[in-house]
């Protein structure tokens, strides 16, 4: 059992960064392959980024590829999502996601075990 929360969404202008954190406690963060994934007004959630238990290995939806950055501090029980060069059109309510059970990184929201409350990010043109 690990709770997950996510910190750091806010408003800002296009072409802006914001860094998002998700902070785990109950269990070592070490063990879970995360995930981040987004859910926009009226849309389904989708898949956004993903990264191995040791950081080692990493994997962008098409959509964000050269502007977000997944990364972990397995030290600090935390993961990040650096947001680059952000466009509107990733306004969401943004969710980290903790797979207990994988054998590598997966896109998959139905894979993940446990997820965070979310956190709003509005990019605004």
């Known amino acids: 059992q690990v709770q997950l929360v996510e910190t750091g969404g806010g408003l800002v202008q296009a072409g802006g960064s914001l860094r998002l954190s998700c902070a785990a406690s109950?269990?070592?963060?070490?063990?879970?392959?995360m995930g981040w994934f987004r859910q926009a007004p009226g849309k389904e959630r989708e898949f956004v980024s993903a990264?191995?238990?040791?950081?080692?290995?990493?994997h962008y939806a098409d959509s964000v590829k050269g502007r977000f950055t997944i990364s972990r501090d397995n030290a600090k029980n935390t993961a990040y999502l650096q947001m680059n060069s952000l466009k509107p059109e990733d306004t969401a309510v943004y969710y980290c996601?903790?797979?207990?059970?994988?054998?590598?990184?997966?896109?998959?929201?139905?894979?993940?075990?446990?997820w965070g409350q979310g956190t709003q990010v509005t990019v605004s043109s």
């Open positions: 990264i191995s238990r040791s950081g080692g290995s990493t």
């Open positions: 109950g269990r070592t963060l070490s063990i879970y392959c």
């Open positions: 996601a903790a797979d207990y059970g994988a054998l590598g990184v997966s896109s998959r929201s139905e894979q993940y075990d446990y």
